[in-house]
């Protein structure tokens, strides 16, 4: 595909562009400083004066040179209005300003996109990404709040002063320490690494099975069948727990380990189902019926060709059952005891009877594990592709 050369834009198109993304920052720094017009208005301006001057006075020649200044200059704002936390904030706003004065003003927001498309199919693909930005920016933000939080030198779930200032008193790793000595954090750490292992076992044996027996094509009824299967994903989790409760009550297994065990295995079933039946889609059936002819068993020709094939899939499904589990409280509540109380379950009871900023700390290494284990299944999800010839190795 031919893509659109970069070009010169008419001032009266860049200014305005580069100028209300200074105007939309500036709301924000003029709301924090008692006035949002008054930010808003000299965002806006400064923007579309650097804007100017990036175009018609430094241009591509002197590009460099202009975007470290917008940095120095901006680093230097950021100092008057914020002290050392300004620093940072003046970085960013300074590199900000420099790309996009550049990227708007040499037209070089179309050099990726096709040289067809009219200037509302342009607009529409950069509304797009920016929506998709802010649902991003919205959903992170929290976690990405909790984790420096978790060093406070304080007892607050706030930012201290010293805190904001970058001053090293107000950091310290007294919330981890409470969290590795204390006998009530090292149980609960201890009862989520002996369910959730079972569970994630559980899950992937059965869900593997069941994958692989509704990929058949002669199995009937099999849409109703997977839907009876995944409907955890879909019910309403505090139903989900309510029955469990009620029905493990009549059985012996309310307040049990193996009850708790049963009730995240039957939550993480539905994604080992939905992952390996996925991969099972690229699966090619002949490798099984060659299988067969050469003399081997069903169970050799399992362990031997398909489960080669399938097992980023599994291995998949399996990270996400062991997170699901690993992460869960609400059927916990219902279905365990005070014998089985797990990581999350303290960290509601911290909540709810004594904020402890311990739990700023545990909710850090929760986000870290999860992080790991789902780059895990990206980097398999990428070479299953690859295996099945579906993206370039």
């Not at 320490?177 to 044996?205: C, H, K, Y």
């Not at 996400?320 to 059927?331: C, L, M, N, Q």
């Amino acid at each position: 595909m031919t893509l659109t050369p970069a070009r010169k834009m008419p001032l009266s198109f860049t200014l305005p562009v580069v100028g209300a993304s200074g105007g939309f920052f500036g709301l924000f720094v003029g709301t924090a400083n008692g006035s949002g017009l008054m930010g808003v208005v000299i965002g806006f301006l400064m923007l579309a004066a650097i804007a100017y001057v990036v175009v018609n006075v430094a241009g591509k020649t002197k590009e460099k040179p202009a975007r470290w200044a917008l940095v120095a200059l901006f680093i230097g704002l950021g100092v008057l209005l914020g002290g050392a936390p300004g620093v940072v904030m003046g970085l960013l706003f300074g590199w900000f300003a420099g790309w996009f004065a550049y990227f708007i003003g040499f037209g070089r927001y179309r050099q990726d996109l096709a040289p067809y498309l009219t200037s509302g199919q342009v607009l529409w693909e950069y509304a797009f990404r920016i929506l998709c930005g802010a649902i991003f920016v919205f959903l992170i933000t929290p976690i990405i709040v909790v984790m420096p939080l978790s060093f406070n030198a304080q007892d607050f779930f706030t930012f201290t002063p010293e805190m904001l200032r970058f001053d090293p008193e107000g950091y310290s790793l007294k919330h981890y320490r409470d969290f590795l000595t204390s006998s009530e954090w090292q149980g609960a750490l201890r009862n989520s690494l002996m369910i959730a292992p079972a569970a994630t076992i559980l899950s992937v044996g059965f869900g593997t099975l069941a994958a692989i027996g509704l990929s058949q094509p002669h199995v009937p009824f099999r849409r109703a069948i997977m839907a009876i299967l995944i409907s955890p994903m879909i019910v309403p989790l505090i139903i989900s727990a309510a029955g469990m409760y009620f029905f493990y009550s009549r059985i012996g297994l309310q307040g049990t380990y193996f009850g708790v065990v049963l009730a995240h295995a039957a939550l993480g079933i539905p994604f080992v189902i939905i992952t390996v039946t996925a991969t099972l889609v690229g699966f090619d059936r002949s490798l099984v019926r060659a299988a067969a002819n050469m003399g081997a068993d069903p169970v050799t020709t399992f362990f031997r060709v398909q489960m080669p094939l399938i097992l980023p899939g599994v291995i998949s499904g399996a990270l996400f059952a062991f997170i699901t589990s690993f992460d869960e409280v609400v059927v916990v509540l219902f279905v365990g005891s005070a014998k089985q109380q797990t990581l999350p379950w303290q960290m509601f009871t911290g909540l709810r009877e004594q904020i402890s900023p311990t739990i700023l700390a545990v909710a850090t290494i929760l986000v870290a594990v999860s992080i790991a284990l789902l780059a895990t299944v990206e980097m398999l999800r990428r070479r299953s592709e690859r295996l099945r010839g579906m993206s370039p190795g």
